[in-house]
């Protein structure tokens, strides 16, 4: 295997503050627990809704028939941990593809799945999940 890119985040600050790509992107962070968070901030389940959207609609927009517009919509919850102390996130991917049937939605979202590094991240994870869905211009 070889690298093809590599970055790096850092934070300091933990949920209120920055976080930042050194000489690069500096993103504010507010953790939407604290009752005065700065909703011009962005936290953690944003980041990886972002994130994952991003890799896999670029993935499916490889995979999907030419010509074929494709859109991911990502939705993270956080909820109390299941076991033991803490948090958890639960995700849910949903893809679509122009003018495709539900078959041919559920096939673009299985390859794309395979295939993209954010969904590769969290395929083992319980509380990750992906669906397919009609598309529509929003």
Request: net charge negative; aromatic share 6%.
């Amino acid at each position: 295997m070889s690298m093809r890119y590599r970055t790096q985040a850092i934070n300091k600050d933990g949920g209120e503050g920055e976080t930042f790509i050194p000489d690069g992107l500096a993103v504010a962070v507010s953790s939407p627990l604290n009752p005065d968070q700065d909703t011009s901030a962005s936290n953690p389940e944003q980041l990886l809704a972002l994130a994952w959207a991003t890799c896999l609609n670029a993935t499916a927009q490889v995979i999907a028939p030419t010509g074929r517009r494709t859109a991911v919509r990502v939705e993270v919850e956080l909820h109390d941990a299941a076991e033991g102390a803490g948090y958890e996130f639960h995700a849910d991917a949903y893809l679509s593809v122009e003018g495709a049937s539900a078959e041919q939605t559920e096939q673009v979202l299985a390859a794309s799945h395979a295939r993209c590094p954010v969904s590769k991240l969290l395929k083992d994870a319980a509380t990750a999940r992906v669906h397919a869905e009609p598309y529509a211009i929003s």
